[in-house]
């Protein structure tokens, strides 16, 4: 036989006192706001390194084209046709006749 009092809580009725919706409540908000900070955090550091990756992009770009106008300027400078009057400058004397040794004979060193 059980007896129940009209004054004893059940087990029910204890679990559900305690459970409050208010605590739920501010449980959500708190983790709502924590994953909004979260979120915008991120999307500011994506947004920043766009920008610098956007920066250096542009940057080699335009380092790209000083190289390329660079190597223009050294195919330039070592042409013939600007070596030639540089060198009538120098009063250099022209070489006619040129004169190589051969010895007739494989020649090997010996320790």
Known sequence: MIIRSVNT???R???KKNFSW???NIFLSLACVALGLTYLVGINDLTVKGFALKDLKSQQQML???NQDLQAKV???QSYASISPRLQGLN???VE???YLSSKTPVVAKK
Do not use: F, K, N, Y
Request: hydrophobic share 50%.
């Open 22 to 24: 208010r605590t739920l």
């Open 13 to 15: 009725q204890s679990i």
């Open 64 to 66: 790209m084209e000083a």
């Open 9 to 11: 809580p059940t087990r």
């Open 75 to 77: 195919l330039g400078l």
């Open 92 to 94: 250099m004397v022209a």
């Open 97 to 99: 006749d040129v004169a």
